[in-house]
């Protein structure tokens, strides 16, 4: 009588040893399918999409090799449509087409060129960098086919937005986009008149970034640069100076090389005429139109010239 108890509990171990093992045996089989299936997706996914590989297929056209189109007033009835398009290489085609207008057609791309100017500002923006360096090529070739003409754009605030944007490119780490960016700023200022333009470019060499404060500064030199005498009197000499304080203690060395340019400018314009000790003129004009600390400033960067 005591052996069949015994007997009885027997098949009771086995069968918690065999739940035991019915319990790690889906364990084992939901790890390995499931890891394998993350290894294999993993290793397959990343190779169609990446940006870098499907950047590397778009080619980047000097403006000397774009030719005009044989029919300009068909083709731009689908510029509009084609840079709002979702595949993003048929916006880079499109902004190419811009480009084409803008060099060969400016007369008929005018119509809609406020609108393309939007539409560029917002390719700039996309991460892709086909299109944000195709972008910038395109505003370069609008600089230089309208030129003052885009300062007409005071409704949708479209130039604002495309010397913001370009800013704000040209203080990138990329060293192929800011470079870009740095060739477009630079065929704005050739393009455009520095007094309009200097006015435009005033408000953001107290920008938070310092480094658009830095290309804003430069942009602002390279204008300044262009101008005579009678047209520095007529923006401001003090206007100028004050613009110009600021960078000349920022942290960046291009900001400060650029501000004392335009110190230097200003000077020459101011002494131009002054015959007899231009030097105290200088000291005393500085002293009574700017702050003791800004005068300070910049007489003594004069001096350092």
Same mark, same amino acid.
């Given at each position: 009588m005591a052996l069949r108890p015994i007997d009885n509990a027997l098949p009771t171990t086995p069968e918690r040893q065999k739940k035991q093992a019915k319990l790690s045996i889906p364990i084992q089989t939901q790890k390995k399918p499931s890891d394998f299936g993350v290894n294999e997706e993993n290793k397959a996914s990343p190779l169609p999409p990446p940006p870098p590989p499907a950047d590397a297929s778009v080619d980047y056209i000097s403006s000397e090799k774009l030719k005009p189109f044989e029919d300009p007033e068909s083709k731009i009835q689908g510029l509009v449509e084609g840079l709002e398009s979702k595949d993003w290489v048929k916006v880079c085609e499109s902004l190419n087409d811009v480009r084409r207008f803008s060099l060969h057609h400016s007369t008929v791309l005018l119509p809609t060129l406020e609108?393309? +100017?939007?539409? #560029? =500002?917002?390719? +700039?923006?996309?991460?892709?960098?086909?299109?944000?360096? $195709?972008?910038?090529m395109a505003a370069s070739d609008i600089f230089n086919a309208f030129g003052e003409k885009l300062l007409d754009f005071t409704d949708s605030g479209a130039f604002d937005r495309l010397l913001l944007q370009l800013l704000l %490119?040209?203080?990138? !780490? %990329?060293?192929?986009?800011?470079?870009?960016? !740095?060739?477009?700023?630079?065929? +704005? =200022?050739? $393009?455009? /008149?520095?007094?309009?333009?200097?006015? *435009? #470019?005033?408000?953001? =060499?107290?920008?938070?970034? #310092?480094?658009?404060? /830095?290309?804003?500064a430069v942009s602002?030199?390279?204008? =300044?640069?262009?101008? @005579?005498? !009678?047209?520095? *009197?007529?923006? @401001?000499?003090?206007?100028?100076?004050? +613009?110009? $304080?600021g960078s000349l203690n920022d942290r960046l060395p291009e900001a400060r090389e650029a501000a004392r340019s335009i110190v230097f400018s200003v000077y020459k314009a101011f002494t131009e005429n002054e015959d007899e000790n231009p030097g105290e003129a200088w000291q005393s004009f500085c002293q009574s139109s700017l702050s003791p600390i800004q005068a300070q400033s910049i007489i003594k960067a004069v001096g350092s010239q």
């Open positions: 609108k393309v +100017m939007l539409i #560029l =500002v917002k390719a +700039m923006n996309n991460p892709r960098s086909a299109l944000c360096k $195709t972008s910038i %490119k040209a203080s990138q !780490d %990329k060293k192929f986009v800011c470079e870009e960016a !740095d060739k477009s700023l630079k065929s +704005m =200022v050739n $393009t455009i /008149a520095p007094l309009p333009l200097l006015n *435009k #470019l005033s408000g953001y =060499v107290n920008h938070g970034n #310092l480094r658009v404060r /830095a290309k804003a602002i030199s390279n204008s =300044v640069s262009k101008m @005579g005498v !009678d047209e520095i *009197k007529e923006f @401001g000499l003090v206007k100028l100076l004050q +613009m110009a $304080t």
